[in-house]
């Protein structure tokens, strides 16, 4: 056999093996993440809400589903690029760049957790001044605009080192997902915080990056699909 001719012949083999092969999808998950929404380890997600959730999606579009794990403040930048098609559980407000977005439908809230003996907040304005444990990037626009510069942050990698901070005595309070922290107290009944007063509630959604290779169109009836039929409402369900 030729050289030439062992060359087409490697080259049609590709074609057949890159076309039978199934199409991906690939989502991010945020490091910054907690479960229920994300169980990562040594950079790799192994399971959570944001898992569950990509999987599911991925099944309804006839594709297999890889997971990308960024830090926090890089999920942005990742999505605009096109390194990932997509990341559920985020909003408008937490990431700059220009986005497809689903519909509103990870219902939360954010709130303040506290240490079970420091002062309780029975406002945002309670917190004037005062140290409060917050996620590195993450932006909290109703705190921002009810404590403006009194607003002082102690920011963490991670919403997990963040709840470790305050339950070490190293801050009084720190504002968390009221998902993470039910979640949290539930699994360990030795957890020693406090929830306290909820200021923010909100549905999260699912971007998607405009250099995606899956159109959006197909994406957002699958999402809207599997909201209809329960399926979100299941995925939930499972870690209340």
């Known amino acids: 056999m030729s050289k030439r001719l062992a060359a087409l012949l490697a080259c049609s083999l590709l074609s057949?093996?890159?076309r039978g092969a199934p199409a991906e999808l690939v989502m991010l998950a945020s490091t910054d993440q907690?479960?229920?929404l994300a169980d990562i380890k040594h950079g790799e997600l192994g399971g959570g809400i944001v898992r569950d959730l990509g999987e599911a999606i991925a099944k309804r579009l006839g594709r297999k589903v890889r997971f990308v794990v960024v830090a926090?403040?890089?999920t942005g930048r990742a999505l605009v690029k096109g390194k990932a098609d997509g990341m559920c559980y985020v909003l408008p407000y937490w990431i700059d760049g220009d986005f497809d977005w689903s519909q509103p439908f990870l219902p939360d809230a954010e709130m303040v957790a506290s240490v079970p003996g420091a002062p309780a907040i029975p406002s945002l304005t309670?917190?004037?001044?005062k140290s409060i444990g917050t996620v590195s990037a993450y932006r909290y626009p109703r705190v921002e605009q009810v404590l403006g510069a009194q607003f002082v942050r102690v920011d963490s990698e991670t919403m997990e080192t963040?709840?470790?901070r305050v339950v070490n005595g190293e801050l009084q309070y720190a504002l968390v997902s009221q998902m993470v922290?039910?979640?949290?107290?539930?699994m360990d009944k030795q957890l020693k915080l406090r929830p306290g007063l909820?200021?923010?509630s909100f549905k999260a959604q699912c971007a998607f990056s405009r250099r995606s290779g899956v159109p959006f169109a197909e994406v957002d009836r699958v999402i809207k699909g599997l909201v209809k039929d329960g399926t979100v409402e299941r995925i939930l369900a499972s870690y209340r």
């Open 181 to 186: 922290l039910d979640y949290q107290l539930r």
């Open 198 to 200: 909820v200021f923010a």
């Open 16 to 18: 057949l093996a890159a």
């Open 126 to 129: 309670a917190l004037r001044g």
């Open 72 to 74: 926090g403040d890089q």
């Open 162 to 164: 963040n709840l470790r």
């Open 34 to 36: 907690l479960m229920p």
